[in-house]
Structure formats: structure tokens, C-alpha cells
């Protein structure tokens, strides 16, 4: 991955985001997050928390669910992009593409992100995961 870009726009760091999800690379996703960046999970399950406050929270939670996940990313589709009245924030609908590792079977996992984007890093994320997509790809 490339180096930060300060000015890097909304659109460039989804894109850096994505990448580092796919190669699950601690140190990009940690570039990629700003000291005191939000991610917030609306709809979520008992045990996973609704909001992860400051980098060092987010990139610790982040890879020990790689650590213990039973799936991967292998590419992102996007079905669309909105600008809001924000040029910071973005509202992105998209499809996160992988397998299963234990049963090397495919699945689409929609879901919307909202993300704020300031100085070339993630201020704020809000990540409206599927949960019923979520569930057939750890099950199928």
C-alpha cells in the first residue's frame, strides 16, 4: 500500500480501507484510522460492541477478528457512491466479495458504509453490516 496522503480524498481512502481489509494488514488499517476515529457498528449482535472509539481500540478489535474469522475478503463491488452535503463524508453501497476458508464457498456481504474522511484518514465510520448475509457466510 502507499504511503498516506494527507490530502487524499474520501473516495482514495475507501479504496486504501478495502485494500488493507483484503490483505489484512495491521499496519495499513492502522495508517488508515485517525488517533481519535470512530467506528460504530448500528446494527450489531450482543457481544460485539456497537462503537469502537480511538485507533489503537478499532486496529485491535479489527485483527483479532481476523485472527479468529472463518471468512475473507477477496474484492469489494461497489454499487454506488454519494457525495453528501459534507465533502469529508461519503455514503457507500457495496458488496464485500469472499469465501469461507473452511468451506471455500462464495458469498456477497451487502452493506452500507457511511465514512468521514479528514487529512487522508478515517475520523468517522459507520458500518451497517447485513447481519443475515453475515450468517450464511459463516455457516455455508
Not at 66 to 94: C, K, N, S
Not at 98 to 109: D, I, K, Q, V
Request: glycine residues 4%; proline residues 6%.
Amino acid at each position: 500500500m502507499e504511503p498516506l496522503v494527507p490530502t487524499a480524498s474520501p473516495r482514495e481512502v475507501l479504496t486504501r480501507f478495502r485494500t488493507a481489509a483484503i490483505d489484512q494488514s495491521v499496519d495499513d488499517m492502522r495508517r488508515l484510522y485517525a488517533p481519535d476515529a470512530v467506528h460504530e457498528f448500528p446494527f450489531h449482535r450482543p457481544g460485539v460492541p456497537a462503537r469502537l472509539t480511538g485507533r489503537d481500540e478499532i486496529v485491535a478489535w479489527t485483527t483479532a477478528g481476523w485472527r479468529t474469522r472463518r471468512i475473507a475478503y477477496d474484492r469489494y463491488r461497489t454499487l454506488a457512491v454519494h457525495d453528501t452535503g459534507d465533502p469529508a463524508t461519503i455514503v457507500v453501497e457495496q458488496q464485500a466479495l469472499g469465501r469461507n476458508l473452511a468451506t471455500g464457498h462464495e458469498f456477497a456481504l451487502p452493506n452500507i458504509i457511511v465514512l468521514t474522511a479528514r487529512y487522508g484518514r478515517i475520523t468517522h465510520l459507520r458500518d451497517y453490516v447485513n447481519l443475515v448475509a453475515v450468517d450464511a457466510a459463516l455457516s455455508s
